[in-house]
């Protein structure tokens, strides 16, 4: 099996899948809540994939110039840009894409009622300290050269600076969706941690021993690839719900007007220093 092949089976076949089944339901009148409607969700997937490209491209090709990874040369087509070959910038995009028709799928289950009392300020605040205390911990072992967790910490430390800027604006507003959440992130992850196997398996690409920790699931699957199915999703369905639910845009307004006060309260002491 190559990997243009794998793709097409295990991500194209599904995005399909996907797209007929938001084709019927806009045949059957079955649209996204207002509460979700916040924005185009398309335009904010697009955007996702805009950011996964620009995001994830030197961080894997970091990756295979550290031979943390490599792909088998007569497993792709050759085409390659920096380190990494044309069809694992393609994955970069069909995941996105299958992960967030898969949310929409159940955007458009949600009841368009917006509860009330869902801020939690010290929930969002717990979350994000501890989210930083395990960053500190990925970047010491980088610092160090512990080799047995360098795969690990480096996808938590690449991936967990935007999960702390998305906590750290809504944790709340992700743990009141916390079910559409856990319904956008488990079956995908799980999909995908699965195709993995079978591409390990079938060495389309193979994950260097000596920098990662040899902990198997299924006696096949490194750890830490599960890890990056996870922490990848984890970033379009947290993305996602926080730009299209309508507590986002609440705390927008919370934030601008605060930003507006307080520019308004610098204005006496820069005219007063002035004087």
């Known amino acids: 099996m190559t990997y243009f092949s794998f793709l097409g089976l295990f991500l194209a076949i599904p995005i399909a899948i996907m797209l007929g089944l938001t084709w019927r339901d806009a045949r059957l009148g079955r649209q996204i809540p207002q509460r979700f409607a916040s924005y185009s969700p398309y335009a904010i997937l697009a955007l996702h994939l805009v950011m996964a490209l620009v995001y994830t491209t030197p961080w894997d090709n970091y990756l295979v110039a550290t031979a943390v990874w490599w792909y088998d040369p007569a497993k792709v087509t050759g085409i390659v840009f920096g380190y990494v070959p044309i069809e694992e910038y393609t994955f970069f995009l069909v995941q996105p894409i299958l992960t967030g028709l898969w949310l929409m799928f159940w955007l458009r289950r949600q009841p368009d009622v917006v509860k009330k009392g869902w801020e939690n300020g010290r929930f969002r605040l717990t979350a ?3 989210l930083g205390i395990v960053w500190v911990v990925m970047v010491a072992i980088l610092v160090t050269r512990w080799a047995p967790g360098t795969y690990l910490a480096l996808i938590l430390a690449w991936a967990q600076l935007p999960i702390m800027l998305q906590v750290g604006f809504g ?3 992700l743990w ?3 079910k559409l959440v856990l319904l956008g992130l488990a079956p995908p992850t799980l999909f995908l941690a699965a195709a993995d196997t079978l591409a390990i398996y079938d060495g389309i690409w193979t994950i260097d021993p000596a920098q990662s920790l040899n902990w198997y699931l299924g006696g096949i699957l490194p750890f830490e690839e599960f890890l990056f199915f996870l922490i990848t999703n984890v970033l379009v369905v947290f993305g996602m719900t926080l730009f299209l639910s309508a507590e986002s845009q ?3 307004v919370q934030v601008k007007t605060a930003v507006s006060q307080w520019r308004i ?6 005219s007063e220093s002035k004087k």
């Open 176 to 178: 009141e969706h916390r």
């Open 265 to 270: 309260n610098q204005v006496p002491v820069a």
């Open 171 to 173: 944790g709340d507003i």
């Open 128 to 130: 994000l300290a501890i």
């Open 250 to 252: 609440e705390r927008l």
